[in-house]
């Protein structure tokens, strides 16, 4: 006659030990991933904010040269830094130019594609 040696297992559905609390942790895990990867595209590709206030800063540099023979003035290139909501069409007419021409004096910038305090020409 045999003897059989019973084994004493878990119920069955029930996990033990480490898979217990790996398998939540691993969910919760790939969920923040999936989020954070999501959020990224989406404020990446999103619409820029509109600026509603008045106070919109910008900075423009002006240098002058003046020759030691007369006494005119030539202004050099004038400068703009790109704020938030800036456009080259809101540009030329805030400084009395064509978008063509802003387009010219800054031939590598993609007008439709202006960065926070992307430095362009204006004159």
């Known amino acids: 006659m045999e003897r059989f040696r019973l084994v004493k297992r878990p119920p069955p559905g029930r996990r033990s ?5 790996a398998a939540p942790a691993a ?14 595209a989406l404020d ?6 509109a600026t509603t206030s008045a106070a ?3 900075h423009r540099t002006t240098t002058a040269k003046t020759t030691t023979a007369t006494t005119t003035t030539t202004s ?3 400068y703009h830094t790109i704020v938030s ?3 080259f069409q809101q540009l030329a007419s805030a400084n009395n ?4 021409e802003l387009i010219r004096l800054n031939p590598g910038v993609n007008p439709s594609a202006l960065t926070v305090g992307q430095k362009i020409r204006i004159r």
């Open 17 to 21: 030990g480490l898979a217990r609390y």
């Open 27 to 40: 969910f919760l895990l790939a969920a923040t991933i999936a989020v954070l990867l999501i959020r990224s």
């Open 44 to 49: 990446e590709s999103g619409p820029a904010p």
């Open 56 to 58: 919109a800063t910008t």
């Open 76 to 78: 050099a290139a004038q």
């Open 85 to 87: 909501g800036d456009t």
């Open 97 to 100: 130019t064509t978008v063509d």
